[in-house]
């Protein structure tokens, strides 16, 4: 096809219409694309082999550069890129050169060295997956237009609501726009629910207070703010040793609130803590939440994916009894960016806590009504007939259009990455993905503790799958502490190498996180990596 064709699909001039050809368009462009993301790939797998020598391929640029990423500060980035948007189409030749240009400026996850953040590499079905989605462009907001994507949807969350025992007749769940989405939707969600005049009236003097862990994660102060209690609502919750939520502080609190004539309502429960990996005891938090009322979330969004391992599910003990539950499969799943769920065990208290009429979305009832006075079967769309639903009771109404569940109206399907990655490895190939990540990082924990040079602060093995460590800590120095860690972690990406560090009582020290595809020689690398640039910093 002609590289500069650039013209936007149009009616033409005359009555006379040229034939579409958008597929064939579509299949040129989407051939090319395709070579280049191939090649991007590519380069990782072949990379991995050296990365246990602790160091990757060196690859020509204008800076340093392996596999993983050639870096340079923002305002080189700009002038190298030079990325300026045309008034005069460039077709095919200047698609192509951004595509490149995307591919060698950006971190290529699918390297080992990748070992940054809470998610990683997606996987080759994934990369389909996400495709196919693309391909649909389905608005997950009413089941009119989407019909099949609706009901995958409210299947895949029924069942991972299943894996967490979330049993009843109207447990589910829906897909949401990420972790901070997901709670900050469960947080609205418990409000409506748990004091319904606040949908109309606004908070009428009440002082609410959300609590949760002193490791949370900040989306629960963000939600805090953004929905009105603000910053001074979120009371933060002492944990033990581990990291982990101590339920006898939690009720101290509780307590503490009521008696200063403020009104608790909402317990932010962790599984799998963004520094630490820990999980909270929900099970004695959902003692707590009962006896007070109090609705209990469990922010799943790292640890979560674990119910899917018999090895490691019980660290999810007592989630049956939650709320709600939010998790990624983005993250330790591996599913493409946003993939995130948030589960209930009563998908009438979502509907409850966030219906609003508007009848020029949701039309059901206005169409059950007219289809029923001219004899038609309506039971595909009418939500009200028993048919629609013939597991419920009658007097429910079981909702199709996810939107009128959510915040948001415009809505990805998301949930069909999962679904069709859940088709392809099945549940048990995911238990074996997750145990297989757990064992690469207890690998790594106990290089870590069998290394004099290096002094973990994580537990061994560690909770979830982040791996945490000071190298040549200086005992009471925070300062020259923190510095080694942060020159560390500059000095290992030219290597191919790129990880986080933390804040820590002695200073920031470094956080590690493997996945489902990290290799056993690839953590080996990185151990002697960090000890041959670690011994070469001068502070």
């Known amino acids: 096809m002609n590289g500069n064709n650039t013209s936007l699909p149009s009616r033409a001039a005359s009555d006379q219409q040229k034939p579409l050809q958008r597929a064939d368009e579509a299949e040129d462009l989407l051939n090319t694309v395709q070579a280049s993301v191939i090649q991007f790939i590519r380069a990782a797998d072949e990379d991995a082999a050296t990365k246990g020598e602790g160091h990757g391929l060196q690859q020509?640029?204008?800076?340093?550069?392996?596999?993983?990423v050639e870096h340079h500060p923002p305002k080189k980035l700009q002038q190298l890129m030079n990325f300026d948007l045309p008034e005069q189409g460039q077709g095919k030749d200047g698609l192509v050169s951004a595509v490149n240009d995307v591919l060698k400026y950006s971190v290529n996850t699918w390297d080992q060295g990748f070992l940054d953040k809470l998610y990683a590499s997606i996987t080759p079905v994934g990369l389909a997956a996400d495709l196919l989605l693309s391909s649909l462009n389905t608005n997950l907001h009413v089941?009119?237009?989407?019909?099949?994507?609706?009901?995958?949807?409210?299947?895949?969350?029924?069942?991972?609501?299943?894996?967490?025992?979330?049993?009843?007749?109207?447990?589910?769940?829906?897909?949401?726009?990420?972790?901070?989405?997901a709670n900050q939707t469960s947080m609205i969600i418990a409000?409506?629910?748990?004091?319904?005049?606040?949908?109309?009236?606004?908070?009428?003097?009440?002082?609410?207070?959300?609590?949760?862990?002193?490791?949370?994660?900040?989306?629960?102060?963000?939600?805090?703010?953004?929905?009105?209690?603000?910053?001074?609502?979120?009371?933060?919750?002492?944990?033990?040793?581990?990291?982990?939520?101590?339920?006898?502080?939690?009720?101290?609190?509780?307590?503490?609130?009521?008696?200063?004539?403020?009104?608790?309502?909402?317990?932010?429960?962790?599984?799998g803590t963004t520094v630490l990996g820990s999980f909270d005891p929900l099970d004695e938090i959902?003692?707590?939440?009962?006896?007070?009322?109090?609705?209990?979330?469990?922010?799943?969004?790292?640890?979560?994916?674990v119910v899917f391992s018999e090895k490691q599910r019980h660290k999810l003990i007592g989630s049956h009894r939650a709320n709600t539950i939010a998790l990624c499969p983005h993250k330790m799943m591996n599913v493409p960016l946003t993939c995130t769920f948030l589960l209930g065990n009563d998908m009438r208290q979502f509907h409850h806590g966030m219906t609003l009429p508007a009848g020029y979305l949701f039309h059901s009832s206005d169409d059950a009504?007219?289809?029923?006075?001219?004899?038609?079967?309506?039971?595909?769309?009418?939500?009200?007939?028993q048919d629609s639903h013939p597991q419920q009771e009658h007097d429910v109404k079981e909702v199709w259009d996810l939107a009128d569940l959510t915040p948001q109206c415009g809505r990805r399907g998301d949930s069909l990455?999962?679904?069709?990655?859940?088709?392809?490895?099945?549940?048990?190939?995911?238990?074996?993905y997750i145990d297989g990540a757990y064992d690469i990082a207890a690998h790594l924990a106990n290089l870590v503790a069998s290394n004099s040079k290096f002094s973990l602060v994580s537990?061994?093995?560690?909770?979830?799958?982040?791996?945490?460590?000071?190298?040549?800590?200086?005992?009471?120095?925070?300062?020259?502490?923190?510095?080694?860690?942060?020159?560390?972690?500059?000095?290992?990406?030219?290597?191919?190498?790129?990880?986080?560090?933390?804040?820590?009582?002695?200073?920031?020290?470094?956080?590690?996180?493997?996945?489902?595809?990290?290799?056993?020689?690839?953590?080996?690398?990185?151990?002697?990596?960090?000890?041959?640039?670690?011994?070469?910093?001068?502070?």
């Open 417 to 432: 990455k999962l679904a069709l990655s859940w088709i392809y490895y099945g549940t048990s190939g995911y238990a074996d």
């Open 143 to 181: 089941f009119q237009v989407s019909p099949a994507l609706t009901v995958i949807e409210k299947q895949t969350a029924k069942a991972l609501a299943k894996l967490f025992g979330l049993n009843g007749t109207f447990a589910g769940g829906v897909s949401q726009p990420g972790g901070s989405a």
């Open 191 to 271: 409000r409506n629910c748990l004091f319904p005049d606040t949908k109309t009236k606004g908070y009428e003097g009440k002082k609410f207070v959300i609590f949760t862990s002193a490791h949370g994660h900040y989306s629960a102060e963000k939600a805090a703010q953004i929905s009105g209690f603000g910053s001074d609502g979120v009371k933060s919750v002492p944990v033990d040793d581990k990291g982990c939520m101590i339920p006898s502080e939690l009720e101290r609190m509780i307590l503490k609130a009521k008696e200063a004539g403020q009104t608790p309502f909402y317990v932010n429960a962790t599984a």
């Open 286 to 305: 959902a003692d707590v939440c009962e006896k007070h009322n109090l609705w209990l979330h469990v922010d799943g969004s790292w640890g979560g994916p």
């Open 60 to 68: 020509s640029g204008q800076g340093p550069r392996t596999t993983l």
């Open 459 to 539: 537990e061994n093995p560690p909770p979830c799958l982040q791996i945490c460590f000071y190298f040549d800590k200086q005992a009471d120095n925070k300062q020259k502490n923190s510095k080694m860690t942060a020159e560390v972690s500059r000095r290992l990406v030219p290597r191919g190498f790129m990880i986080d560090y933390s804040p820590g009582e002695q200073g920031k020290f470094f956080r590690v996180v493997v996945n489902g595809q990290t290799r056993k020689e690839t953590v080996e690398g990185l151990v002697k990596a960090v000890e041959e640039v670690g011994s070469s910093v001068k502070l």
């Open 369 to 385: 009504a007219e289809a029923e006075a001219n004899n038609h079967d309506q039971s595909a769309v009418d939500t009200d007939t």
